[in-house]
Nanobody, 132 residues
């Protein structure tokens, strides 16, 4: 059973930066894909970034491309999401997630251009990011 715990959220000014972390415990292997999602009040859950842990390959939603960077620290079993040039529309609850198999998730991203929350099985409790 995979457990995920996010941290690092908080208030930040328009144009500022924030770094989110996700502590991963439980069994994961190279067949998993890790993802970052966000959900603003009254809106659906949006896939922000994914990282294919076995290769370090990343993908991003168009809305954050060039501003957000996902990374992994295998030694510490943590994921990070560096968020720069934040905008008020980035305000949301941010979630870390794990999905299996990574090959299917990556295929969906490549063919449909979307990170689907339905492809992810394990979720953290979320951390709030507020940009003003």
């Amino acid at each position: 059973h995979v457990q995920l715990v996010e941290s690092g959220g908080g208030p930040v000014q328009d144009g500022g930066s924030l770094r989110l972390s996700c502590a991963v415990s439980g069994y994961t292997d190279s067949s998993y894909c890790m993802g970052w999602f966000r959900q603003a009040p009254g809106k659906g859950r949006e896939g922000v970034a994914t990282i294919y842990t076995s290769e370090g390959t990343t993908s991003y939603a168009d809305s954050v491309k060039g501003r957000f960077t996902a990374s992994q620290d295998n030694a510490r079993n943590t994921l990070s999401l560096q968020m720069n040039s934040l905008k008020p529309e980035d305000t949301a609850m941010y979630y870390c997630a794990a999905g299996y198999p990574a090959s299917t998730i990556m295929s969906v991203i490549q063919t449909l251009g979307v990170i689907r929350s339905s492809d992810f099985d394990f979720w953290g409790q979320g951390t709030q990011v507020t940009v003003s």
